[in-house]
Every structure is written in structure tokens, then in C-alpha cells.
């Protein structure tokens, strides 16, 4: 059981780092040194468009700057993705000074505040993607049979103790702290540690990937390098004390890091700003709601109400549309017809469907007032169907964006959203918990006679399950 509760935003940012001072919303600064986020605030991105179209001139220079911070991005994962710059990637500030000693900076001609930027980024993606090898190699070690117990647990110790790890992969000695290092080489003693840490640098090798990005349609921008004014933004350039404007569409102004995503197709930009917003506290937010996601009707509650029962009509419509135009671009392949109508279109759908996936959420918070939510974890959707289009509709299921705003509105609204597990849930009468059947929407119990919507029933079975879970002693 996997629960969801309200994210506290307590950011801090190294003090040598060229981040600006944030803000948490427009009038509210954060307080005390560095960032550090109110109590009881979570963090949400706000997105600001510019007002008609950006010129080429500064299209050009905005993304200049973008290619540049796509270069020192891959110099970083080039430099510092493998093994050997473990050791430096916690907490960061060698690879900063090594970054600037290394003159790339002065030879692209790029201002700080791009350019720490963008390498601080670049270490990120490295962090995560190392996190990712050591998740993948614990999962294929935790299956393999050919491991005893105490070998699968000297595995978790190297993978789970980055010091240890670090060594292992670099086939150095081990030195910890004194308690970790005694507990190191009782783990030790205990196996062929030689042939385990040989397993794990193959495992390594197999699984970790080095990143590469081609992308350079956005960058992130320091406070240092903007100003919000005349109903617009001032962006600094690769020229010295020279800014870009750029009229926006709304006149809100922020202190915090941004980032830009370019268009340069389409003439326009969008900034990205993370901010940090109070949570709301409901008192008369007290009931205890659970729900089964579907691809016709979005949301099911446990007392049979239904919230987004157009879902399916937008899906398939959307769907449909889908189907159209890959026939008539695969007919008509060899002509290279051109994609910017279509991929217009395809987000004006996709805008459509989102907006009306918001609305019902919204609408579903406001009616069931819940205190929890109790949800099934599903597995993920497998090929196969009862036709192609009903192929393509499941593709197009906007199941982890549902989950995804479903799990942001209840942070800001403090709900708790509690995964449960979701085997047979569909199949399991909510009633006496026997195996029914499913015919047309409809659930029956071949045991005890109960028949429901069988959404519904599956929304029952996910309220039974959390509550069951949450209180051992209801356990039949």
C-alpha cells in the first residue's frame, strides 16, 4: 500500500550556486538563508505565454542560448556520467570548480547564469539516472535464484551505502564510518565478497547508460539573468549588458528560477515557473471515498457516483482522428507531407481532453469531500484488444495523467491519496469477497447473488482493501 500525502516544500540551494532568491508566490518571500519553503506549502509549476509572436532576431538568440546549454550539458554527462566521478557528484561543488577552471564557459561565451545552471541540471539527470542503474540491478538481484539470502543482503548493503558502492564499482577498498564498516565486513566475512562486488561491476556495466541530449528547445535562467516589466519579461543575452523583451499575456512577476521551453515554429515561448503554494485545510473534508479509474467514465466512487462520463466520447473521438491521419501520412509517405497541422491539432485535442479531466476532478473534490482516497494500483495496460480502434483508444488513455492531477489537486486540498492493491479488484464481489463475473458493464456473484455496476463494485473492493490495510485487527 503506497500512500500519497501532502509534499512540504523545504528547498535549499547551495550558497555558491548562482541561484536568485525565490519566491513563494507574487508579495511572499521565503525567509531565513537560502530557500525554505513556509510549512504546509507544496510546489506547482505556473506557466506564463508570450503575447504574439517573438521576432526571429530574438527567436535566434533565445535559442543560441538554448544549443549552448545543450553543449555544457553534454560535456557534464561526458565528463562526469561514469563510475570514476561517483565521488564527486555529492554534494557537487568539485565539478563546480572544475567547471570553471575548465574555460568551456569563456570559450561559448555564455553567461554564468546560464551556464551554472545548466550543469547543475546535467548533474541531476546523472544522479537520477545512477539511482535508476542501482533500482535495476536490486530488482534482477532480489530475482536471482542462483543468490542465498546473506549474498542478495551484502548486494543491498553495496547498493544502498553509496560510499560502498562507489568502491565496488571501482574495485577500491572499502572505508566507512566505524559502526557501517563493522557492519560492511560482517556482511563481508559471511559470502564470497570478491565474486559478489565482480557480479555487481557487470551488472553495472550491463545496465548503467550514459546521457547524451540533442535538445535544445528550452534552458533554464536564474532571478539574476530576468526582470519582470511593462507588462513583460527582460531576458539577459549572450551580449553584455543587453536584455531581450518579451510581451506576456498575463502581468504576474516572480523571483525564482524559470525555465524557458521554445517554439521556434511556431513563433512563441513559455516559461515554467515553480512556486510554492499554500495548502488548503477543509474541516468538513471528512469522508472516506474509493474509486476505480475507467477508460469510458473517469472516476467511479464506491456509492456508484460517476465524474467524467464523456471521457470516453474525447478519447474516442481523439482516437479516431489518430487512425485517419496515420493512414493518410503512411499513404502518402513518400511525398513527405508535412506535420505542423497535424501536430497543432493533436495538442489542441490533447488540451480538450486535459481541460475536461481537470474540470471533473475539480468537481469530484467539491461533491465527495473526502478525507481519504482509497485507489487500486493497476498493472500497466498490455497490447491486444477487441479491435484496433478500441487498440488505439487504450493508448491514448490518459490514465497516468488522471493519477497525476488526481495526486497534485489532493496535496493542495490536503486529501490523502492511499494506493491499494489491485489484483482480481474488478473481479472480487465487494459483498462476501468470492469471484463473480463480468458481462456488459454489470458485475454478478455466483456466490452470494450480488449484482452492481461493476465499477462501482471495484470502487467498493479499493475502499475494503485500504481499510482493511490501514486496520489490521477487519482483516477476515
Request: with cysteine.
Amino acid at each position: 500500500m503506497i500512500r500519497y500525502s501532502c509534499f512540504r516544500a523545504k528547498i535549499k540551494f547551495p550558497k555558491t550556486t548562482p541561484f536568485g532568491k525565490p519566491k513563494t508566490l507574487q508579495g511572499h518571500e521565503s525567509h531565513g538563508k537560502g530557500v525554505q519553503a513556509p510549512l504546509d506549502t507544496i510546489c506547482k509549476t505556473i506557466h506564463q505565454y508570450s503575447k504574439g509572436p517573438v521576432s526571429d532576431e530574438n527567436m535566434e538568440k533565445l535559442s543560441e542560448i538554448a544549443k549552448d546549454c545543450c553543449i555544457v550539458k553534454n560535456y557534464v554527462y561526458t565528463r562526469y556520467g561514469g563510475k570514476g566521478s561517483l565521488a564527486k557528484l555529492y554534494p557537487g561543488y568539485t565539478i563546480q570548480n572544475e567547471m570553471t577552471r575548465s574555460g568551456l564557459r569563456e570559450q561559448l561565451g555564455l553567461p554564468s547564469v546560464y551556464f551554472y545552471l545548466a550543469m547543475f541540471d546535467a548533474l541531476a539527470d546523472i544522479k537520477s539516472q545512477w539511482t535508476r542503474t542501482k533500482a535495476k540491478v536490486l530488482e534482477l538481484a532480489g530475482k536471482n535464484e542462483g543468490l542465498s539470502k546473506e549474498e542478495k543482503h551484502y548486494l543491498r548493503f553495496l547498493l544502498k551505502v553509496n560510499n560502498a558502492f562507489e568502491a565496488a564499482v571501482n574495485e577500491a577498498s572499502v572505508h566507512l564510518p566505524k559502526e557501517l564498516q563493522a557492519k560492511y565486513e560482517c556482511l563481508a566475512g559471511c559470502v564470497d565478497a570478491e565474486r559478489l562486488r565482480r557480479y555487481l561491476c557487470r551488472q553495472v556495466r550491463k545496465y548503467h547508460q550514459k546521457l547524451h541530449t540533442d535538445r535544445t528547445d528550452g534552458f533554464s535562467v536564474s532571478a539574476k539573468a530576468y526582470r519582470y516589466e511593462d507588462h513583460g519579461i527582460y531576458l539577459a543575452t549572450k551580449e553584455k549588458r543587453k536584455r531581450i523583451f518579451i510581451p506576456l499575456t498575463d502581468n504576474n512577476r516572480y523571483e525564482s528560477q524559470i525555465y524557458i521551453k521554445l517554439f521556434p515554429e511556431e513563433k512563441r515561448l513559455e516559461i515554467r515557473v515553480p512556486v510554492n503554494v499554500q495548502v488548503r485545510s477543509h474541516d468538513d473534508y471528512s469522508s472516506q471515498v474509493g474509486v476505480s479509474l475507467g477508460l469510458l467514465t473517469m472516476l467511479t466512487t464506491h456509492e456508484g457516483h460517476k465524474y467524467g462520463e464523456q471521457l470516453g466520447a474525447y478519447q474516442m473521438e481523439y482516437a479516431d482522428w489518430i487512425r485517419e491521419q496515420i493512414r493518410i501520412y503512411n499513404s502518402n509517405r513518400q511525398n513527405n507531407p508535412g506535420r505542423k497541422k497535424y501536430t497543432a491539432r493533436k495538442n489542441r485535442y490533447e488540451e480538450q481532453l486535459h481541460s475536461y479531466i481537470n474540470q471533473e476532478l475539480n468537481r469530484f473534490l467539491q461533491v465527495e469531500k473526502p478525507r481519504i482516497i482509497w485507489i487500486p494500483k493497476l498493472p500497466r495496460p498490455r497490447a491486444g484488444g477487441a479491435s484496433g480502434r478500441l487498440n488505439h483508444m487504450a493508448a491514448l488513455w490518459q490514465r497516468g495523467y488522471i493519477r497525476k492531477r488526481l495526486i497534485q489537486k489532493c496535496q493542495e486540498q490536503s486529501v490523502e491519496v492511499v494506493d491499494v492493491f489491485g489484483k482480481d479488484i474488478s473481479r472480487e464481489c465487494s459483498r462476501c469477497g468470492a469471484i463473480g463475473n463480468k458481462k456488459k458493464g454489470e458485475f454478478v456473484c455466483v456466490s452470494c447473488g450480488y449484482q452492481e455496476d461493476d465499477k462501482t463494485n471495484a470502487a467498493q473492493n479499493a475502499k475494503n482493501r485500504g481499510i482493511r490495510a490501514a486496520d489490521p485487527e477487519r482483516r477476515s
